[in-house]
């Protein structure tokens, strides 16, 4: 058994991630920002915890990571304003990093984006610049940490059932479901050959452990 830690926990890939690695026998923790939603996360068979990452220090950080073995970051914004999103998308996942680190938690799971990149290719007029623009900065972090990290660049997200098949070799986003993303989550926590990858990946016809592993 693991004890692992999602950020962002009251999100649809995080509720749906929480049951499956409960069912694996893993000791769950769901950082939610709004105490209402512990009820959520409990339900989903994790042990909900109140903190607002966006305004924690990285001592702080690393107090909450505390014992345990890895963490997963599954937060944003959510849109709304670009300082919000740099804020949440970019420096708080930064200070997640440097707070794992000096935790001792060295794995890391960052669920990413496609086409996230310094190269994203995403107008500075767009809504989406300053999303593209925070992945990249904290994708490139993490890159460059010491931690045992994997980055998943899932393609546009959907409420379909899984498939428990992906595509991981697609040139072009196209969607996968969000169940599957969770899937893949938690297999990459269990495939050790995972650790320094980044996983890009639309649905597909190969079974998700045979993908990445």
């Known amino acids: ?4 830690l999602i ?6 890939i995080a509720l749906l991630l929480a049951p499956l690695l409960a069912e694996r026998g893993h000791e769950v923790t769901s950082v939610v920002r709004n105490p209402d939603h512990v009820i959520d ?5 994790a042990t909900g915890v109140v903190a607002d990452v966006e305004t924690l220090s990285i001592a702080d950080l690393a107090d909450l990571f505390a014992g345990q073995d890895a963490i997963v970051w599954s937060a944003g914004a959510g849109g709304g304003s670009p300082q919000r999103t740099y804020a949440v998308d970019r420096d708080a996942a930064i200070r997640s990093m440097d707070a794992a680190e000096r ?3 060295d794995r ?17 007029d767009d809504a989406f610049f300053a999303y593209a623009e925070a992945k990249a900065a ?12 994997t980055i998943l660049a899932p393609s546009a997200l959907t409420l379909d059932e899984p498939t428990g098949r992906i595509d991981v070799g697609a040139a072009e986003s ?40």
């Open 1 to 4: 058994m693991s004890r692992i």
């Open 7 to 12: 950020i962002g926990g009251h999100g649809k």
């Open 41 to 45: 996360v409990e339900s989903a068979g």
């Open 103 to 105: 935790a001792g938690v």
């Open 108 to 124: 890391y799971v960052m669920v990413s984006y496609f086409g996230a990149g310094p190269d994203h290719g995403v107008d500075p």
């Open 138 to 149: 904290a994708d490139a972090h993490l890159r460059k940490s010491a931690l045992s990290a």
């Open 174 to 213: 196209a969607s996968v479901p969000r169940a599957d993303v969770a899937a893949v989550i938690a297999d990459v926590l269990a495939t050790p050959a995972t650790i320094g990858r980044t996983i890009r990946f639309n649905s597909g016809d190969v079974p998700i452990s045979d993908a990445i592993g």
